[in-house]
């Protein structure tokens, strides 16, 4: 998105008796830009909330973080972005002191409890795969409800410093609202709490979730091939080998809670050859191998793709107020602030894309919303 012009003045024409301001193409373009992803936001959110209150399959202690998340995108949609779009506008601050240290708690606050949830949905599948049996009988509704309220005590809590001191050392200017101070205490206090320790927690926990599903795939595969998939016969053994896309599928972004429980597979019984056994043997190996590299590389992209939206989106913005409000002689055009802050705003809008779109329920409740089908 280029901000290039959205500091133009306004034109003056003179017609000899009084001054006309005209609004340039390009901010006009920007607003509306900007007010589009605005209203994306609210609407893919307030989807996906509806979709899991009215969803009896959505109704899961994994997916209400999902709704916590959505709520918290939707805050940053209806509450923070209209203001920026009329501060970008208007190219300064009409709405008063009051409004603006609102708007700026809910700005700071919402957007820091956004990337904090990411941090505990990771955590949550972290432990859903690696202790399924224990922690499918921890996580219920009331833990899922704790989860959530930690995170929005931690957000207030990182959120209040900065908040309390924004003009220490200097009077605010009328017409800006923004935090300004250069103490490197406050900076490394609200950026590694809101930013830099969640991202390098979720890295972490990404990374065991990889290798854990890479090894829960090789251990059903192998699995398997010695036990399940082979039957006796008049003492000759016959292997049996799962279709393709067989029900085993492990779905990173959340095995679907409301999946038919996995049936068994069939066995022929018949008696083959030798040779025929030998070379049936060879095609189930090679298919589980062909299904199993499947699945490794989705989950490979599906966690590069997390990882991913959320460093692009909000990793610029913070090494800008690290850099800016650690080195006394380092600045940036505003311009460049408001692109990198709207660069983080937009997280808020592919949060609810990335972490419902994999899912099968997610994708059969939104069909049924948007055809207005109430029995769900």
Not at 204 to 233: E, P
Not at 320 to 333: A, L
Request: glycine fraction near 6%.
């Amino acid at each position: 998105m280029d901000f290039s012009n959205c500091t133009e003045g306004f034109f003056s024409l003179d017609d000899g008796s009084e001054e006309v301001s005209i609004i340039p193409p390009s901010k006009i373009l920007l607003t509306f830009t900007l007010s589009l992803l605005a209203v994306m936001t609210t609407a893919i959110n307030s989807l996906v909330i509806t979709a899991i209150i009215v969803t009896r399959k959505l109704h899961h202690p994994a997916n209400y973080l999902i709704c916590s998340l959505a709520v918290t995108d939707l805050l940053v949609a209806i509450l923070v972005m209209p203001f920026s779009i009329l501060y970008i506008q208007r190219e300064s601050w009409q709405m008063g002191e009051a409004v603006c240290y609102m708007w700026l708690s809910v700005d700071i606050t919402c957007c820091t409890c956004s990337i904090l949830h990411l941090a505990a949905i990771a955590l949550d599948r972290y432990r859903a795969i690696t202790d399924a049996v224990e922690y499918s009988r921890k996580r219920t509704g009331l833990r899922a409800g704790i989860t959530v309220g930690v995170v929005w005590f931690l957000s207030i809590l990182i959120s209040l410093p900065p908040l309390l001191w924004r003009n220490h050392g200097g009077e605010p200017e009328e017409d800006q609202c923004l935090i300004t101070h250069h103490h490197i205490a406050f900076t490394l206090y609200s950026t590694l709490g809101a930013f830099y320790i969640p991202l390098l927690l979720i890295l972490i926990l990404y990374y065991k979730i990889y290798r854990a599903a890479q090894t829960l795939y090789l251990r059903r595969g192998a699995s398997r091939g010695a036990s399940r998939h082979s039957s006796m016969v008049n003492g000759t053994t016959l292997p049996s080998c799962p279709p393709d896309g067989g029900p085993d599928t492990l779905n990173l972004q959340e095995k679907s809670y409301s999946d038919p429980t996995t049936e068994g597979d069939r066995v022929r019984i018949t008696v083959k050859s030798p040779h025929s056994e030998s070379r049936r043997e060879r095609e189930c190996s090679l298919r589980r191998q062909r299904i199993s590299g499947t699945r490794e590389r989705r989950a490979a992209s599906t966690l590069g793709l997390i990882l991913g939206a959320f460093v692009v989106c909000w990793l610029p913005f913070f090494l800008k107020e690290v850099i800016v409000n650690t080195c006394g002689s380092c600045s940036t055009s505003i311009e460049l602030a408001d692109f990198l802050t709207w660069l983080g705003y937009l997280n808020s809008l592919i949060n609810p894309l990335i972490y419902t779109i994999f899912n099968e329920d997610f994708k059969k409740a939104f069909q049924r919303l948007v055809r207005c089908r109430h029995r769900l």
